[in-house]
């Protein structure tokens, strides 16, 4: 057999295949090892019937044809695994030429990850520097407020509704979500909803109906709505007043092991701290990315920045039928424009997160970065809780988590790595 490579733009290989007429035979006789399963020959049980009688059976171009799909799948993936190529996708295959006792030849157009040549990260990470973490009495005392309003008491009230009390209503409006009734609770001055939505339920009480007027905000993302006033069809189902414990050290008591409200507000001031620490040093971990990022040079594989696009557009998708209630339909109609159009918005942030993805890679193996199957297994059992991987495997694909893991912990300690460097 022959093989040629030729380098392609955008991260890309042609791979063609030539295989003798010899070789080609063996894959034949593979074709109509498989076919003899499913033709039907008159006496003999499927399987069973001498070759010869049913290759008489099949059509010399589907025989042909079954013989190009088995030599092009065991020829290429045999020539992956051995050329250690780091292929992305399924390939593109043509078929140069076929015919019975002749030799077989084919191209596979593949995506494979590109070469990345990584600047001076090292001095990079060494330049990046980390904020200092400072918690204030104003955040303290919001967090606290919360707690408090988690531990409310909610009385049916048959009274207008005020703000501050817990509210239960239907709605609808023929602007968004195809005019659909939408349920939602909320605290009555605190559920966030458009300017003047709120101010028009106050004073309902349990059973009205009434019509609301809004206004969309200038920044919506249905565009055609954008600071545009609409009526809503509000009805209340019901009112209940909110009553807040007494912020004081038996407040404290009953949110744990907190003798006084001093000792939760230290509590809480260490939590918010912890909190804080942790998202410094995640924006720390992508500024030295994004810096080495900026400088390293690769060619951008377009078949990733594709599928990134995508896991985009997906996310999008999700937000809109969820958060915003609306069928991506809709979505569509209302900023006017396509699903490939939208996409299309997302290239820069698909090419950022795949340099990032790419950068890493690179540097872990400049680092000789690795993770162990202990070391996975540990975390993996860590992460089960005490569960067995036999109790484990109904609720989730163990191998595809084990994968995930080996991912996480590679990262991170590629990241602490730069830490490292960025301390000294």
Same mark, same amino acid.
């Given at each position: 057999?022959?093989?040629?490579?030729?380098?392609?733009?955008?991260?890309?290989?042609?791979?063609?295949?030539?295989?003798?007429?010899?070789?080609?035979?063996?894959?034949?006789?593979?074709?109509?090892?498989?076919?003899?399963?499913?033709?039907?020959?008159?006496?003999?049980?499927?399987?069973?019937?001498?070759?010869?009688?049913?290759?008489?059976?099949?059509?010399?171009?589907?025989?042909?044809?079954?013989?190009?799909?088995?030599?092009?799948?065991?020829?290429?993936?045999?020539?992956?695994?051995?050329?250690?190529?780091? +292929?992305?996708?399924?390939?593109?295959?043509?078929?140069?030429?076929?015919?019975?006792?002749?030799?077989?030849?084919?191209?596979?157009?593949?995506?494979?990850?590109?070469?990345?040549?990584?600047?001076?990260?090292?001095?990079?990470?060494?330049?990046?520097?980390?904020?200092?973490?400072?918690?204030?009495?104003?955040?303290?005392?919001?967090?606290?407020?919360?707690?408090?309003?988690?531990?409310?008491?909610?009385?049916? @009230?048959?009274?207008?509704?005020?703000?501050?009390?817990? %509210?239960?209503?239907?709605?609808?409006?023929?602007?968004?979500?195809?005019?659909? #009734? %939408?349920?939602?609770?909320?605290?009555?001055?605190? !559920? !966030?909803?458009?300017?003047?939505? #709120?101010?028009?339920?106050?004073?309902? @009480?349990?059973?009205?109906?009434?019509?609301?007027?809004?206004?969309?905000? =200038?920044?919506?993302?249905?565009?055609?709505?954008? !600071?545009?006033?609409? &009526?809503?069809?509000?009805?209340?189902?019901? %009112?209940?007043?909110?009553?807040?414990?007494?912020?004081?050290?038996?407040?404290?008591? $009953?949110?744990?092991?907190?003798?006084?409200?001093?000792?939760?507000?230290?509590?809480?001031?260490?939590?918010?701290?912890?909190?804080?620490?942790?998202? #410094?040093?995640?924006?720390?971990?992508?500024?030295?990315? #994004?810096? &080495? +990022?900026?400088?390293?040079?690769?060619?951008?594989p377009e078949a990733m920045v594709e599928y990134e696009k995508?896991?985009?557009? =997906?996310?999008?998708?999700?937000?809109?039928?969820?958060?915003?209630?609306?069928?991506?339909?809709?979505?569509?109609?209302? %900023?006017?424009?396509?699903?490939?159009?939208?996409? =299309?918005?997302?290239?820069?942030? +698909?090419?950022?997160?795949?340099?990032?993805?790419?950068?890493?890679?690179?540097?872990?193996?400049?680092?000789?970065?690795?993770?162990?199957?202990?070391?996975?297994? =540990?975390?993996? +059992?860590?992460?089960?809780?005490?569960?067995?991987?036999?109790?484990? $495997?109904?609720?989730?694909?163990?191998?595809?988590?084990?994968?995930?893991? @080996?991912?996480?912990?590679?990262?991170?300690?590629?990241?602490?790595?730069?830490?490292?460097?960025?301390?000294?």
């Amino acid at each position: 057999m022959e093989i040629k490579q030729k380098k392609l733009p955008k991260s890309q290989l042609e791979i063609t295949f030539e295989l003798t007429a010899e070789e080609f035979k063996e894959h034949a006789e593979h074709a109509l090892g498989h076919l003899k399963h499913h033709v039907k020959v008159d006496g003999f049980r499927p399987g069973k019937a001498p070759a010869k009688m049913v290759e008489d059976k099949i059509k010399p171009e589907v025989l042909l044809m079954e013989a190009g799909d088995h030599a092009v799948q065991h020829v290429y993936v045999d020539y992956i695994k051995q050329s250690k190529l780091e +292929a992305v996708g399924n390939p593109e295959v043509k078929i140069l030429k076929i015919a019975n006792g002749s030799p077989f030849s084919f191209t596979a157009t593949i995506t494979v990850l590109p070469d990345v040549e990584l600047p001076d990260y090292k001095e990079i990470a060494k330049k990046v520097k980390g904020k200092e973490i400072s918690v204030t009495e104003e955040e303290i005392q919001d967090s606290i407020n919360y707690m408090q309003k988690t531990r409310a008491k909610f009385t049916l @009230k048959n009274a207008p509704a005020e703000k501050k009390d817990f %509210v239960e209503i239907k709605y609808n409006n023929p602007d968004i979500n195809n005019g659909k #009734e %939408v349920e939602d609770k909320f605290i009555l001055g605190e !559920g !966030g909803f458009l300017k003047g939505f #709120e101010d028009g339920v106050v004073g309902m @009480k349990s059973g009205d109906e009434k019509e609301v007027k809004a206004i969309f905000p =200038e920044n919506s993302p249905m565009k055609n709505l954008a !600071g545009k006033e609409s &009526i809503f069809k509000v009805k209340m189902i019901s %009112v209940q007043k909110m009553e807040l414990p007494e912020i004081n050290d038996e407040f404290a008591k $009953q949110l744990g092991a907190f003798d006084t409200l001093v000792a939760l507000k230290t509590s809480m001031k260490e939590g918010i701290a912890m909190e804080k620490t942790e998202q #410094e040093k995640q924006r720390k971990r992508g500024e030295i990315l #994004e810096k &080495i +990022a900026e400088k390293a040079k690769f060619e951008m594989p377009e078949a990733m920045v594709e599928y990134e696009k995508q896991r985009f557009l =997906e996310d999008l998708k999700n937000r809109i039928t969820q958060s915003i209630k609306i069928t991506f339909e809709d979505y569509l109609a209302s %900023v006017k424009k396509t699903e490939a159009e939208i996409k =299309e918005t997302y290239q820069k942030e +698909a090419e950022k997160r795949l340099r990032g993805f790419l950068v890493l890679r690179e540097l872990g193996k400049k680092e000789n970065v690795e993770v162990s199957d202990k070391e996975v297994e =540990e975390e993996v +059992a860590k992460a089960l809780k005490g569960k067995t991987l036999r109790q484990a $495997q109904g609720e989730i694909d163990i191998d595809q988590f084990r994968e995930y893991t @080996k991912g996480v912990m590679y990262n991170e300690k590629i990241f602490q790595l730069l830490e490292n460097l960025s301390q000294n």
